[in-house]
């Protein structure tokens, strides 16, 4: 069982940054794929970035967010810059059981709670 704890979140001017944080426990995290998803409010959950052989981001983030991991630590990190209200969203960290990096939020295996993510304008 991992249990993945996120952290970070907040609320942003449009335009600043906020890096948010998922610690995971187990001993293996190195081999998961680490995704990050988010939900606005009264839309689906949706893929946000994924890190694992490979990376992957939605392209309404690409060359704003950055998906990173520190296996020593058992975390991994969303660098967000140029935050825009419509980024507004509580975002969850999730762990898939390879390392195969997907988007689709079933193959995922393990979730966190979700921190809340707020851009004014």
């Known amino acids: 069982q991992v249990q993945l704890v996120e952290s970070g979140g907040g609320l942003v001017q449009a335009g600043g940054s906020l890096r948010l944080s998922c610690a995971a426990s187990?001993?293996?995290?190195?081999?998961?794929?680490m995704g990050w998803f988010r939900q606005a409010p009264g839309k689906e959950r949706e893929f946000v970035a994924a890190i694992g052989w490979s990376t992957l981001y939605t392209d309404s983030v690409k060359g704003r967010f950055t998906i990173s991991r520190d296996n020593a630590k058992n975390t991994v990190y969303l660098q967000m810059n140029s935050l825009r209200p419509e980024d507004t969203a509580v975002y969850y960290c999730a762990a898939k059981n390879t390392k195969l990096v997907v988007t689709t939020q079933r193959e995922y295996n393990y979730w966190g709670q979700g921190t809340q993510v707020t851009v004014s304008s």
């Open positions: 187990g001993r293996t995290f190195s081999s998961y794929a």
